[in-house]
């Protein structure tokens, strides 16, 4: 069997970030994900797609993402059902996400003079994979950007 579930949508809300009894930490926000088709008036259809995380995740989460951030989830898809007030069974599904990447900085969304980089984090053992964390990102700190002018690499630096 197998339920895996990625998404590349923008959050609807910041994440609200709660703990259990136990002091596990849990985050849930909702992604917009575009549709593939547009309708007769060319807009496209818009899935609103409720998501979880755990742990450090969740901390991770709720401190660097806000509304409109663009990001992928990794994860799978959890279905719960409950009886309501009026005694009608209603069913909830939800992604409970392993992996969390920000596809773009904050910088690209204008949403602060600080940028945190793009990055990966992992619910199993919440490493963030990008080396400008939290870094001022100012074009001149970036090594490769250049001018124009080539760079100079000699044969002996190159892996093959």
Not at 56 to 81: D, F, H, M, P
Request: proline share 3%; charged share 25%.
């Amino acid at each position: 069997m197998l339920n895996r579930i990625i998404l590349i949508g923008r959050l609807t809300r910041d994440p609200e970030l709660r703990y259990t009894s136990n002091g596990i930490a849990v985050a849930r926000f909702a992604l917009a994900v575009n549709r593939n088709y547009s309708n007769q008036q060319g807009e496209r259809a818009v899935d609103f797609i409720d998501v979880v995380t755990w742990r450090g995740l969740a901390e991770t989460c709720a401190n660097y993402l806000k509304k409109g951030r663009l990001v992928g989830v990794e994860g799978r898809l959890q279905i719960s059902s409950y009886e309501n007030n009026e005694g009608r069974k209603v069913r909830n599904a939800e992604v409970v996400a392993d992996n969390v990447q920000f596809l773009e900085s904050m910088r690209d969304r204008n949403d602060s003079n600080q940028s945190f980089g793009s990055g990966s984090f992992e619910g199993g053992n919440n490493n963030f994979n990008s080396n400008n964390f939290g870094s001022s990102n100012r074009p001149s700190d970036d090594p490769f950007a250049s001018d124009g002018k080539p760079i100079d690499i000699s044969d002996d630096d190159l892996p093959f």
